[in-house]
C-alpha cells in the first residue's frame, strides 16, 4: 500500500478543506485509490508552520483556529511560515501548493512550486499564478526531473476540465472554447438578478470561500483571464501571455441592467473565450456577455461555471459543474495526486 507524505502551503479554505478530506476518508482512499496520505507539514503565512515526519493528525489541522501564529499552540509548531523548510525538509513525496493566486507576477507560488521541483518532489496546486504565467518553465522543470506538476484545480476547480480536454478530446481538435470561468462574479450577478447589491453579494461570495484574497480580481475579469490563458495554452498550443487577452469585468454592470435583461429574456454572463484563426493564431478575451436565455451558458447559476469547447469532430462539448468553493477545490488535488499515483505510483 502506497503512502504519500504530503505538506501543505498555503492553510486557507482550500487546503483546510483538503486536510478536512484526509480526516474523513483516508480509509475508504485505502481501499478506491489504493493509497492513503499522511500530512507532514503545513505552512502558512498567517497562521505559521509546523513538521512532523511521523504525520500530523488531520482532525487537529482541521480544528486550528484562524488565529495570527495559530501553529505554535500544537507541539513543535511555530508562529513563523518556514515555507523553504517546511517545502524542502519535511520529507514530502509532494507539495500542495494553494496560496493566494498573484495575477501579476505569479509570487511567491512559483518559487514555491519551483524549490519542490528542484528538489524532486511533485507539485499539486490550485493556483493560477504559476501556471499562467510560468507554466511552460515549470513544466519543463517538471519533466526534466522526472516527477509531475499537476494542476487541475486551477480551472472550474474540482470540474475536472484540464484533463478531461487534454485527454479525453484528443484528436477531436479543439478550436476554441467559450465558458464562465469564475464562480464568484457568477454568484454576484446570478443573487444581483435576486435583488442582493453588487457589495452583498461580493461579501456573500468571500464567507463562501469562493472569492480570491482580493475579489477585485473576480469581479474584473483578471481571475478569468488567468483560466483563459492556461486553458488556450494547453489545449490550442497558443503562447499567451496576459497582456495578449484583452479584459473587462462586471463591476460597471448595474441591479437595472440586469433587470432589464431579465425582461427581455436575457442575461448577463462574464465569458472567457479563445478562438483559433485561420492563420493559426490564437485570439481570446474576457468581456461580460449578454446572452439570451436560450444560449447553453446563460442558464448557469450561482458559483457553477461551465465551458463549451468548440470541437472540429463532435461540435460543441459543454462541461458543468462547482467553479469555486472549498472542497471542491480540494478535489481537484485529490485527482491531482489521483494522476500522480497512476503515472508514478508504486
Ligand atoms: N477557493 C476557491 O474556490 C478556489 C481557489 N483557487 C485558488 O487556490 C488558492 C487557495 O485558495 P483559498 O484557500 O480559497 O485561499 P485563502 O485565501 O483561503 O487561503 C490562502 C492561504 O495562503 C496563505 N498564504 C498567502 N501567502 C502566503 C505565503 N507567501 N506563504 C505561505 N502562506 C501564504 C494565506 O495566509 C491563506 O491562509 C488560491 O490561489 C486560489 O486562487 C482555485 C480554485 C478555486
Ligand atoms: N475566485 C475564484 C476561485 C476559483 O478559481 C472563483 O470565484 O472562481
Not at 186 to 193: G, I
Not at 296 to 308: C, H, Q, R, Y
Request: charged share 20%; proline share 3%.
Amino acid at each position: 500500500m502506497t503512502e504519500y507524505k504530503i505538506a501543505l502551503v498555503g492553510f486557507g479554505g482550500v487546503n483546510r478543506g483538503f486536510a478536512q478530506l484526509v480526516a474523513d476518508r483516508n480509509a475508504e482512499w485505502k481501499e478506491a485509490l489504493g493509497f492513503t496520505i499522511k500530512i507532514v507539514g503545513v505552512t502558512d503565512l498567517f497562521l505559521g508552520s509546523i513538521v512532523a515526519k511521523d504525520g500530523l493528525d488531520a482532525k487537529q489541522l482541521v480544528a486550528l483556529p484562524v488565529e495570527k501564529g495559530a501553529f505554535a499552540q500544537l507541539p513543535g509548531g511555530n508562529a513563523e511560515a518556514f515555507n523553504e523548510t517546511v517545502i524542502k525538509h519535511s520529507g514530502a513525496d509532494i507539495i500542495a501548493e494553494a496560496t493566494f493566486t498573484n495575477p501579476v507576477d505569479g509570487e511567491p507560488a512559483t518559487t514555491f512550486c519551483r524549490w519542490a521541483l528542484e528538489n524532486g518532489i511533485h507539485v499539486v496546486t490550485t493556483n493560477k499564478g504559476p501556471i499562467a504565467l510560468h507554466g511552460a518553465e515549470l513544466k519543463a522543470l517538471a519533466r526534466r526531473n522526472q516527477i509531475a506538476f499537476e494542476y487541475e484545480g486551477a480551472v472550474m476547480s474540482g470540474t475536472p476540465v484540464i484533463r478531461l480536454a487534454k485527454q479525453a478530446l484528443a484528436g477531436a481538435n479543439v478550436q476554441g472554447f467559450e465558458g464562465i470561468l469564475n464562480g464568484t462574479s457568477n454568484y454576484v450577478l446570478t443573487q444581483m438578478k435576486d435583488g442582493l447589491t453588487f457589495n452583498d453579494a461580493v461579501l456573500q461570495a468571500q464567507q463562501l470561500g469562493y472569492a480570491e484574497a482580493d475579489p477585485t480580481a473576480d469581479v474584473e475579469g483578471f481571475d478569468v483571464r488567468l483560466k483563459v490563458v492556461i486553458l488556450a495554452n494547453e489545449l490550442l498550443n497558443a503562447r499567451l501571455n496576459v497582456s495578449d487577452v484583452a479584459c473587462s469585468g462586471i463591476s460597471s454592470i448595474s441591479a437595472q441592467d440586469i433587470a432589464q435583461a431579465s425582461a427581455n429574456g436575457a442575461s448577463w454572463k462574464l465569458i472567457g473565450s479563445a478562438v483559433r484563426e485561420a492563420d493559426g493564431s490564437v485570439r481570446a478575451s474576457v468581456e461580460a456577455r449578454l446572452l439570451s436565455n436560450s444560449h447553453p451558458l446563460a442558464g448557469i447559476s450561482g458559483a457553477t461555471n461551465a465551458v463549451s469547447f468548440n470541437t472540429e469532430l463532435l461540435g460543441a462539448v459543454t462541461v458543468s459543474g462547482p467553479g469555486a468553493g472549498r472542497i471542491e477545490t480540494a478535489f481537484a488535488l485529490l485527482s491531482d495526486i489521483v494522476a500522480i499515483h497512476t503515472a508514478h505510483g508504486k
